[in-house]
Nanobody, 126 residues
Framework: VQLQASGGGSVQAGGFLRLSCAAS????????MGWFRQIPGKEREFVAA????????HYANSVKGRFTISRDSAKNTVYLQMNFLKPEDTAVYYCAGREESTIVGRLFTPSSYNYWGQGTHVTVSS
């Protein structure tokens, strides 16, 4: 299974971007997909996740109210709409997929995901 992430770029604070992550197969319908981000020297950080079958969503406190995760089942694609971007949102963003269902708490942990995209850079200037 391949995950192809796209949509990163450079914006000014207060701006917006939409990230996309397309899965090559319909593999995550029983599981979940998520977005994480990472800056050099730091651990990968949870951003948002969506349980595919129910469409229920979960967010890190730092992005709640600004970011929205969604999915398009027909396209096997998950999106991350990022609004009101801040300089501290600057990072490499990774999408991830998990094939099997799990408890919500495990969705926040990178090791819970089986597949990862290649990362897309987001830079927010002040």
């Amino acid at each position: 299974v391949q995950l192809q992430a796209s949509g990163g770029g450079s914006v000014q604070a207060g701006g917006f971007l939409r990230l996309s992550c397309a899965a090559s197969e319909r593999t995550f319908s029983s599981g979940a997909m998520g977005w994480f981000r990472q800056i050099p020297g730091k651990e990968r950080e949870f951003v948002a996740a969506i349980i595919w079958s129910r469409g229920s969503t979960h967010y890190a406190n730092s992005v709640k109210g600004r970011f929205t995760i969604s999915r398009d089942s027909a396209k096997n694609t998950v999106y991350l709409q990022m609004n009101f971007l801040k300089p501290e949102d600057t990072a490499v963003y990774y999408c991830a997929g998990r094939e099997e269902s799990t408890i919500v708490g495990r969705l926040f942990t990178p090791s819970s995901y089986n597949y990862w995209g290649q990362g897309t850079h987001v830079t927010v200037s002040s």
